[in-house]
């Protein structure tokens, strides 16, 4: 088995939380699968939640024509398997909140027509992403384009106002998960169980986030799984998708 591995990094990214605070937006600490997906797909040329709108304008679900399915790049890269770790202390990314102004003339009702905006932006964030080798077309492609430092749209960080670097772009061998060896990626909670003893010679830390993981069919809604990062060792691994490299356990979601 092997992979295609690079570093993703950005001076600031914001990966918005769906559900709205009247003060400000919100990030997820890390670029989660969908989005990670998303910018998969920017390198690749693939559309997105945009072109399928502008599909669909003006016509009606019931309508022949309409297209009820997902945005391009989840339709065509939804089966990768992708390992997200986390390059920072404990997994934690400073974060700091940003205030702009919004003034186009529909932006707020209020006079002047100006919406001050309030939102959360990850600080230096950086983390080295494993894609899994499925054997598909758009895997050999996608290793085509990342080798040669090729891409289509301009990947971000979230938002086009947090453009994406990335790079020690390498393919890897992946072997059998080592047993008893704490896993050094961010992996699902539910599947495997964390040990109790604080390992040795180091500070103990368990940082757990909800996240998105799937895209959900009909009206495109997250469906989400606490994603935990730790220190521990695990115990109990039922999940099939674990491989190592270089004495490393790597979680692939």
């Not at 103990?204 to 986030?209: A, L, P, Q, V």
Request: hydrophobic content about 35%; charged content about 25%.
């Amino acid at each position: 088995m092997n992979g295609i591995s690079f570093r993703l990094s950005g001076k600031t990214a914001c990966f918005r939380k769906p559900d709205v605070n009247q003060f400000a937006y919100f990030t997820y600490n890390n670029i989660h699968k969908v989005a990670l997906l998303g910018l998969l797909g920017a390198i690749l040329g693939y559309g997105g939640y945009t072109q399928l709108f502008d599909k669909n304008r003006g016509l009606k679900p019931k309508d022949k024509n309409y297209d009820n399915g997902y945005p391009e790049f989840y339709e065509k890269l939804q089966e990768f398997k992708v390992s997200i770790i986390p390059i920072a202390p404990h997994g934690y990314f400073s974060k700091k909140i940003q205030v702009f102004n919004n003034s186009v003339g529909y932006a707020s009702r209020e006079e002047g027509g100006n919406l001050i905006v309030r939102e959360q932006w990850l600080e230096n964030p950086s983390w080295q992403i494993i894609v899994l080798n499925n054997g598909s077309s758009e895997y050999k492609k996608l290793k085509e384009y990342l080798i040669d430092k090729k891409s289509v749209f301009i990947p971000y960080l979230g938002k086009n106002d947090h453009p994406a670097n990335i790079d020690n772009v390498m393919e890897i061998e992946l072997n059998e998960k080592i047993e008893n060896i704490r896993l050094s990626s961010l992996f699902i909670e539910n599947s495997c169980e964390i040990y109790n003893g604080k390992p040795r010679g180091e500070l103990s830390y368990i940082f757990r986030e909800v996240s998105p993981i799937i895209l959900q069919k009909e009206f495109h809604f997250y469906e989400y799984k606490n994603l935990i990062f730790t220190n521990h060792k695990v115990v109990s691994i039922e999940y099939k998708d674990i491989y190592s490299n270089d004495n490393k356990n790597y979680f692939f979601i």
